[in-house]
């Protein structure tokens, strides 16, 4: 049973705990560095980006993040996960950072404002689920070696990508109940 950490800096960080133990993995929050290297996944969970990055600045976390990516941890984000694992984004505050480690290009909040939610069926990665999407960004171009896991309507964005052991989708499959996300995720950490 993989062992999978929760960014608990800011955002759904609960939701995404019981999500992964109904996926089969033994969820742990992650605040610290220390508690970073004893995971062997990571989920950054929706919330407020810039947010997030302030405070992974603020915690040090920022820099040992970027480390882990690089070397390999399998890092599913979700919504606001999304945006921090992208190379480069599209419409953040002015020196807003990101984790990075997908060559993508991700637009926040590219589907509107809070009261733009919505919910929509979409293909994932083979399979129809219900994605919940709350000031979601979408993917406005990626590099040759990310595959797309799903688009959505309006305009057939791009709201799902992987690349090797990083997975991102623009939309909340945490809010849903539906553990099909997550079991792709775990089974992801369980197969690197």
């Known amino acids: 049973m993989p062992t999978i950490g929760v960014l608990a800096l800011q955002g759904d960080v609960r939701e995404h705990a019981r999500m992964l133990a109904e996926a089969g993995a033994t969820a742990v929050a992650v605040r610290r560095p220390a508690e970073l290297d004893a995971v062997d996944g ?6 407020e980006s810039t ?17 882990r990516i690089k070397e390999g941890m399998p890092t599913y984000g979700s919504c606001a996960g999304m945006i921090m694992l992208a190379d ?14 997908i060559d993508m290009v991700v637009r926040r909040n ?11 069926d979409l293909d994932f990665a083979g399979e129809r689920v219900r994605a919940v999407f709350i000031r979601a960004p979408w ?8 595959e797309v896991l799903g688009r959505c309507e309006p305009g057939d964005r791009i709201v799902a ?15 849903t109940g539906d553990v099909r996300v997550h079991r792709y995720f ?4 369980r197969e690197l």
């Open 139 to 146: 993917v406005e171009s990626l590099g040759a070696d990310v």
């Open 88 to 101: 480069r984004i599209e419409d953040g505050i002015a020196g807003q950072q990101t984790i990075g480690g």
């Open 42 to 47: 990571l989920v950054i969970p929706g919330g």
């Open 110 to 120: 590219a589907f509107g404002r809070q009261v733009d939610s919505f919910e929509s």
């Open 186 to 189: 775990v089974d992801m950490v």
């Open 51 to 67: 947010t997030m990055w302030k405070l992974a600045d603020t915690f040090d976390m920022l820099q040992p993040l970027r480390v």
């Open 161 to 175: 990508v992987r690349q090797g052991p990083l997975l991102a989708t623009s939309f909340h499959p945490e809010l």
